[in-house]
């Protein structure tokens, strides 16, 4: 029986060694381990075998099956492999051909200005504050020292979620978050980049846009220190040449108030289209903090003052890269959007 045994293993393997096919290679597994196979019949006739040998002719016949089956595994990993190999080498890939490269993105171009915005505020010493785009009318308006009648606070020209919820419609309220947070400590130096949003729409407004404001609070903060900051960042932002003119304003949450100008560099102030002949361009708006807003976020106006200003990042982008159509910054065509690698 041992010799039947050894005698089968030592076929069963050359045949499956020499299998071409997977479809033989399946016939010869049920001639060997199927229902009629050799090595089943072989077992059939273990009722011959003397009873003392009848456990180890059994476990030798099934350590046998176990390695034929193992075997066949094996062999129909390589068979496939192999068919595999046969599909490729037919289908004759050309591995020489270029691949298609990844598309790599850019900046847009109103996060590398706000990036530049940025840049140029934390090297002199601000920190980056932000705030909700959702924001609550006492934060938009209430607390920014807005009276109850004021016309901004209209449905008109703010997008209102529920009668004290509305999408805020510039970053000052961030002003007043931040010194809340930290009164009554000094100095606060922020600047707070973000989205804000208006009922406008046209080749200059879109009803979402951005802004940097600034706020400076510390003790003796003058008027002299907004006007050099603003200098310098016109410069840095602008060229070295760049002048600024700073004309009288209202806002209700700063007093004195401004707008600030910078010299058109369109035209070096000689006066064009896009300066409406003045040689001035508007960037933003600035001014003493208001006592009154001073005092509801928790400083005392009569031992600190501060500065604060508001600029649109569109605005000066558009400057920037003469860029006469706002509504290209939002409509995603890559012809415009590549000009700013
Ligand atoms: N929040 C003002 C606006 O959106 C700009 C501003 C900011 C003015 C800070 C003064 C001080 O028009």
Redesign the pocket.
């Known amino acids: 029986m041992f010799r039947k045994l050894k005698e089968l293993e030592n076929e069963a393997c050359l045949k499956i060694k020499d299998a071409t096919s997977i479809d033989e290679l399946k016939e010869i597994k049920v001639s060997i381990l199927g229902k009629k196979g050799e090595l089943t019949t072989l077992l059939r006739s273990l009722g011959a075998v003397d009873p003392e040998e009848r456990p180890k002719v059994g476990s030798a016949a099934n350590a046998l099956r176990l390695e034929l089956e193992k075997l066949i595994l094996g062999k129909e990993q390589l068979l496939r492999d192999a068919s595999l190999g046969d599909k490729w080498a037919k289908e004759q890939i050309d591995i020489s051909l270029p691949g298609r490269p990844a598309a790599l993105g850019q900046k847009h171009p109103l996060t590398l200005v706000n990036d530049e915005i940025k840049e140029i505020f934390i090297g002199l010493g601000f920190q980056v504050a932000h705030g909700p785009e959702i924001e609550s009318d006492y934060y938009n308006y209430e607390a920014l020292n807005f009276p109850a009648d004021h016309p901004a606070r209209d449905m008109q020209d703010s997008f209102y979620i529920t009668t004290k919820y509305l999408l805020r ?4 309220p961030v002003q007043v978050r931040v010194m809340e947070k930290l009164a009554p400590s000094l100095p606060v130096r922020i600047i707070a980049p973000g989205k ?1 949003f208006r009922r406008d729409d046209d080749a200059t407004h879109s009803p979402m846009f951005h ?1 940097v ?1 600034g706020l400076v609070v510390d003790q003796e903060v003058t008027f002299a220190d907004l006007k050099g900051t603003l200098l310098l960042f016109a410069r840095e932002m602008f060229g070295p040449e760049q002048k600024i003119r700073l004309r009288p304003s209202f ?1 209700p ?2 007093e004195p ?1 401004a707008e600030v100008d910078i010299s058109c560099i369109m035209c070096a102030s000689r006066g064009c289209r896009v300066c409406s002949n003045t040689g001035w361009l508007e960037i ?4 003493m903090v208001h006592p009154r807003v001073l005092e509801v976020a928790g400083y005392d106006p009569k031992q600190v003052t501060g500065y ?3 600029m649109g990042v569109e605005r000066i982008a558009m400057l920037k890269y003469g860029i006469a159509d706002l509504r290209l910054f939002f409509t995603n065509d890559l012809r415009f959007l590549k000009q700013f690698a």
Request: proline share 0%; aromatic share 16%; glycine share 16%.
């Open positions: 419609t510039h970053t000052s804000v802004q404001e806002f949450f700063t108030s933003l708006g600035a001014g604060a200003f508001g």
